[in-house]
Nanobody, 115 residues
């Protein structure tokens, strides 16, 4: 059974930082490109960042230079370090494979950016 469990969200002030984590199970994690996605209220879920098997990373223009994605194949986890957060970053954040497995989205973790 494929499962993605996200954690680490919360309330942070503009300019603050958060680190999200995702535990993956039911997949051969070390052979998968992994990604983070986010969905703001009233908007579609969008791509944030991916990290390949070899560690190559790709970022959405809106987060490049502020967010860092990383993976730990030994623990089957993927993380997202988010710095200099803005209100536009507020959303529910999800992890998944890339391309995403549409049948197995997790619950996500809520990120709220407000002063």
């Amino acid at each position: 059974q494929v499962q993605f469990v996200e954690s680490g969200g919360g309330l942070v002030q503009p300019g603050g930082s958060l680190r999200l984590s995702c535990d993956a199970s039911g997949i051969t994690f070390s052979l998968r490109t992994m990604g983070w996605y986010r969905q703001a209220p009233g908007k579609q879920r969008v791509f944030v960042a991916t990290v390949s098997v070899g560690g190559d990373t790709v970022y959405a223009d809106s987060v490049r230079g502020r967010f860092t994605i990383s993976r730990d194949d030994a623990k089957s986890t993927v993380s997202l370090q988010m710095n200099n957060l803005t209100p536009e970053d507020a959303a529910v954040y999800y992890c998944n494979q890339s391309p995403p497995d549409a049948a197995n989205w997790g619950q996500g973790t809520q990120v709220t950016v407000a002063s």
